[in-house]
C-alpha cells in the first residue's frame, strides 16, 4: 500500500542534517510495516529489532552507552553488517528498553553517520515519561491512519487519487457519483492499514468490522497493561465518551457527559495520556482568529476526536449495511462521523483550531493557517449550503480564502470555495 509518509521518510534519508529518526502513531496505524518497507526499498539490509519480541536485548542500553559496543549486539542480533548509509537499524518498541531514547543523543554525536529510525507503540507516553531526552538531537516524523486519497490508491482507484489531487474540478464533477460511493465506504473502512486491506482483498463486511474491534480491544488492554492503575477507569470513561460528544450539536468537549457532576482536574491526566499515545486529538478553541493561532488558543475549551472514522463508527456500533447502502447515511450520522473525517484528512498536514464567538451560537468547524493565512473551514455533511457562521467570519475578519466542505460540487463566490468532501485532499496541504 502506499503511504505518504514514505516520501518524507525518502527526504530524511537524503537530508544533510539527519538525525536518528523517533517515528510516532498510535497502534496498528502502520508504522513497522512503513519502515520496513522503505528499509527493503531503500537500503541493502534492514537490522531490525522489536524490544517487545527480543526480550532479552531490553537492557542493551543500562550497561552504558558506548556506541562501539552497541552497534556490536546489534550487529550480532540481527545479522546486519551495519554499514554506513547500505544498513537502516530500525529498532522498535523503542519504550520497552530502558535507556533506548537517551541513547540516540549517542547516535548522533559518536556515529552521526548511521541511518537510525526508533518507533513505538506508546512511544508518546514515554517520549513526555522521560527525563533524559536527547535535544535537539533527533529529527520527528508522526504517522497517522490511511488518509482517504491513501484508501483510493489501497483499492485501485490512483487514476481517482490523481484526479482529485490535481484539482480539476470540472473532470472530478463527472466522477462525483462514483466518488461519493468511495467516501461511503471509508465511512466504514476507515483508515487502519489491516482494514483498509481486507477491504481491498473484498472481505466481508462482518469480517472488516470484526478487525476494528480487535484493534480497539488492543487499545482497551493498553489502558490496563500501560496506564497507571489508579487512572484506568477515567481513561475507559473519556474514550467511551466519544461517541457521544461527538454525535451532539455542539461538539465541545463537555466532562459532564463523562460522568455526572465531572470536573476537568479528575480527568485531566486521563486526557492526557489518551491524546500522548495518539488515540485521541484536541482541537481546541480560538475566540479571535489571528496569526500565529496558537497565541490566541483557549486551553479550556476543546473538540476531542478519536483516532479514526471507521473505528468511530465500530465504536458506535452502528450496522455495516447502514453505512454501506443508505443512501442518506451522510445525513443521519453527520455529528459523529463528517467533522471526524474531515479531522483526519486535514491533521497530517495542520495544527487544527475551531473559532467560537463568545456569548453567541456562531461556531466555525475548523481554522488553521495555509501560506501565512488564517483560513476558516465550515463543514456540511449534505449538500445544504446555508452557514451562517462562516458568512459571520468572513464579514468580520475578512480571510484571504476560506473553505466550505460539503457533498456539492466546486463552486467559487469570491474568497469562500465549496470543495466536495470527497476531494478535500485538493486544498488540504
Known amino acids: 500500500m502506499e503511504r505518504n509518509i514514505y516520501q518524507e521518510l525518502c527526504k530524511w534519508k537524503s537530508s544533510t542534517r539527519r538525525k536518528p529518526l523517533i517515528l510516532e502513531g498510535a497502534r496498528q496505524v502502520g508504522k513497522t510495516w512503513i519502515v520496513r ?77 548511521q541511518h537510525i529510525i526508533v518507533a513505538g507503540s506508546l512511544l508518546g507516553i514515554e517520549l513526555h515519561r522521560k527525563e533524559s531526552f536527547p535535544v535537539g538531537k533527533v529529527d520527528f516524523l508522526r504517522m ?29 464533477a463527472l466522477f462525483s457519483q462514483q466518488l461519493t460511493e468511495r467516501l461511503r465506504q471509508y465511512y466504514f473502512v476507515g483508515g487502519m492499514p489491516e482494514a483498509v486491506q481486507a477491504f481491498a482483498n473484498v472481505a466481508f463486511p462482518e469480517e ?48 459532564g457527559l463523562v460522568k455526572k457532576g465531572a470536573r476537568a482536574r479528575e480527568f485531566e491526566a ?56 443508505k443512501n442518506n447515511i451522510f445525513t443521519e450520522f453527520k455529528g459523529a462521523l463528517t467533522e471526524q473525517y474531515v479531522m483526519q484528512q486535514l491533521l497530517p498536514y495542520h495544527t487544527l483550531y475551531y473559532w467560537s464567538k463568545p456569548n453567541s451560537l456562531a461556531e466555525v468547524d475548523f481554522v488553521i493557517q495555509q501560506d501565512g493565512n488564517v483560513v476558516p473551514i465550515e463543514v456540511k455533511a449534505e449538500d445544504n449550503l446555508r452557514a451562517k457562521s462562516l ?32 476531494a478535500i485532499a485538493a486544498c488540504a496541504n
Open 37 to 113: 518497507h522503505f528499509g527493503e526499498n531503500e537500503y541493502t539490509h534492514v537490522a531490525y529489532i522489536n524490544f517487545e519480541e527480543m526480550k532479552n536485548l531490553r537492557g542493551l542500553f543500562t550497561v552504558d552507552f558506548n556506541v562501539e559496543r552497541v552497534m556490536r549486539v546489534i550487529r550480532l542480533a540481527t545479522g546486519c553488517p551495519c554499514v554506513a548509509g547500505e544498513t537502516l537499524i530500525f529498532l522498535d518498541e523503542i519504550q520497552d528498553a530502558e535507556g533506548g531514547l537517551t541513547m540516540l543523543k549517542y547516535f548522533f554525536e559518536n556515529m552521526p553517520e
Open 144 to 172: 497517522y491512519p490511511m488518509t482517504f486519497i491513501e484508501f483510493l490508491r489501497a483499492v485501485g482507484e490512483t487514476a481517482m487519487a490523481d484526479l482529485i489531487i490535481s484539482a480539476d474540478w470540472q473532470t472530478i
Open 208 to 255: 472488516i468490522r470484526h478487525i476494528q474491534n480487535n484493534i480497539l480491544q488492543s487499545y482497551d488492554n493498553d489502558f490496563s497493561k500501560h496506564a497507571p492503575n489508579e487512572l484506568v477507569p477515567r481513561i475507559r470513561l473519556v474514550w467511551d465518551s466519544i461517541p457521544s460528544q461527538l454525535s451532539r450539536e455542539n461538539r465541545k468537549f463537555i466532562y
Open 270 to 325: 486521563a486526557l492526557m495520556w489518551l491524546c500522548d499515545c495518539g488515540l485521541t486529538y484536541k482541537v481546541k478553541c480560538v475566540k479571535t482568529p489571528k496569526y500565529p493561532l496558537k497565541s490566541y488558543e483557549d486551553q479550556s475549551a476543546f473538540k476531542l476526536f478519536t483516532i479514526d472514522v471507521g473505528l468511530l463508527c465500530a465504536q458506535m456500533d452502528v450496522e455495516p449495511s447502514l453505512l454501506l447502502q
Open 391 to 422: 458568512r459571520l467570519f468572513i464579514d468580520t475578519f475578512a480571510p484571504a480564502c476560506a473553505y466550505r466542505l460539503s457533498m456539492s460540487n466546486y463552486r467559487k463566490e469570491s474568497q469562500l470555495a465549496n470543495i466536495p468532501l470527497y
